[in-house]
């Protein structure tokens, strides 16, 4: 019992660092999906680079053992030190953290538990220098265990958004995260639907929005420069003349905010 009550003492004072170290964040946005390659790595990217046009933003990705955010974004340094605190890459004027930004190798693999990785998640949070932000996306692991659970838990985001694409399988997976989400109140802001069109169709997360009595943000249709921006580590919101239905989904998330 005294031993129990020892690790939660020291539980709850790591948490009390977490928030005093995000302090300086004003806005916190999860980027959630139930199934894998459904594209939430791809919207958390332009995400941040949308806003960072105007905004501090940070990015965090809290996908430990499989980190793909360096590679979407041609980031290939390696976080530094600085007063016992991790600094971020800045590309595109986000602040960039990623697991893989402490790797030797992009391809090393990570074999761990859940209690590791939420861990690491913890120390993320706690030792990385953020500073002032109007905004932190956090791209989210697919899944609805350990590493959503922490985050949510511990950060608390401002809201959730819910990436999929239109097949049933990954609806039903979405609809799983738009449930967790509520379970452990954290406010949902709305679904994405991508990667719509010929191949998989288009519907299926605007008819879970609407079962769910949510928001539905939009849909992106399979493009291959969509496909080809994250080959080319170049966000395509850069581009926004060419991505109007982002654009569309940016504007219903601003909406949804303000």
Known sequence: MIGMQKQNRA???????????????????????????????TVAVNLAAHLAKKSKVGLLDADIDCPNINRFMGISEKLSLSEDKMIPVRKFDIEVVSFASLQEREDQPIIWRGPMLSNAIMQLLEHVKWGDLDYLIIDLPPGTSDAPLTVMQILKPDGMLIVTTPQRVAVTDAKKSVNMAKKLDVPIMGIIENMTGKVFGSGGGENAAKELGISFLGRLSLKTSIA???????????????????NLIMDNIKAGLE
């Open 11 to 41: 539980f709850e004072e790591r948490v009390g660092k977490i928030g005093k170290n995000v302090y300086g964040i004003k806005h916190k946005i999860g980027v959630m999906s139930g199934k894998g390659g459904v594209g939430k790595t």
């Open 228 to 246: 080809r921006s994250a080959e080319d580590g170049k966000p395509f919101a850069l581009k926004p003349l060419e991505h109007k239905e982002f």
